[in-house]
């Protein structure tokens, strides 16, 4: 069964450090990996999406890196800001075929900002 | 334009009330997503339309129902709900129905009472 298992479960850091979230993958065969970023109420923002080839992709002040031998993804944040206090869902496709619209969601890390 | 849009933002209704979601993209995909999104829960799939045709229904109630008028609107007429149904409903499109990548709108937020 396709499972993404994402940690912490919720985080709390004050302004202006940093922080890394963890995302561990079962989906295979593996397609890529996004990182998103949800705030309450509010449908999901794509913050990178890595394929099996890359280990490593940025986005600002967003970090990710993807391992595909050992399945797994993490996503670092420099220098935080209270903007930054949302979810962050780790969503794994698989690979194309009858079932590659089925994305895998993990059940998010909830990232609290303060000052 | 790479915005899913979604109306209203918020949505609240009656048990015996008939209302619409509705979502709209102008970026020439040809699938487009319904999702559920309960509170702290990730997004669960509803339908899929792919080519204005109903591709996926993942088994939800008949008290949801799709329609995608053309290739740029589809909408979510509910009917008799129920409190549980409250949540984000959540619309994605994609270039195809396996595509890499799938925007997501806004959300609407709906309460049953």
């Known amino acids: 069964k396709n499972q993404v298992e994402q940690s912490p479960q919720s985080l709390i850091i004050l302004e202006g450090k940093n922080c890394t979230l963890q995302?561990?993958?079962?989906?295979?065969?593996?397609?890529?990996l996004r990182w998103y970023k949800q705030d309450t109420g509010r449908g999901p923002v794509s913050l990178t999406i890595?394929?099996?080839?890359?280990n490593t992709k940025s986005n600002g002040r967003y970090t990710a890196t993807l391992d595909a031998d050992t399945k797994q993804s993490s996503l670092h944040i420099t220098a935080s800001q209270l903007s930054d206090s949302a979810s962050y869902i780790c969503?794994?496709?698989?690979?194309?075929?009858?079932?590659?619209?089925?994305?895998?969601f993990g059940k998010g890390t909830k990232l609290s900002v303060i000052p | 334009d790479t915005e899913v849009t979604q109306t209203p933002k918020h949505l609240v209704m009656g048990m015996t009330n008939k209302k619409s979601l509705k979502c709209e993209q102008h970026?020439?995909?040809?699938?487009m997503y319904w999702y559920k999104q309960k509170a702290k829960k990730p997004p669960e799939l509803m339908f899929v339309y792919s080519y204005e045709k109903l591709s996926i229904n993942e088994s939800v109630p008949s008290r949801f129902s799709p329609e995608c008028p053309n290739s740029s609107l589809l909408n979510l007429h509910l009917h008799a709900l129920q409190p549980e149904d409250s949540a984000l409903y959540l619309c994605?499109?994609?270039?195809?129905?396996?595509?890499?990548?799938?925007?997501f709108g806004p959300g609407t937020r709906l309460l049953v009472l």
């Open positions: 994605a499109s994609s270039s195809g129905q396996g595509a890499k990548t799938q925007y």
């Open positions: 995302c561990n993958y079962t989906v295979s065969p593996f397609s890529n």
């Open positions: 969503v794994v496709r698989p690979n194309s075929g009858a079932g590659s619209y089925q994305l895998t």
């Open positions: 970026m020439g995909h040809r699938a």
């Open positions: 890595m394929t099996f080839s890359e």
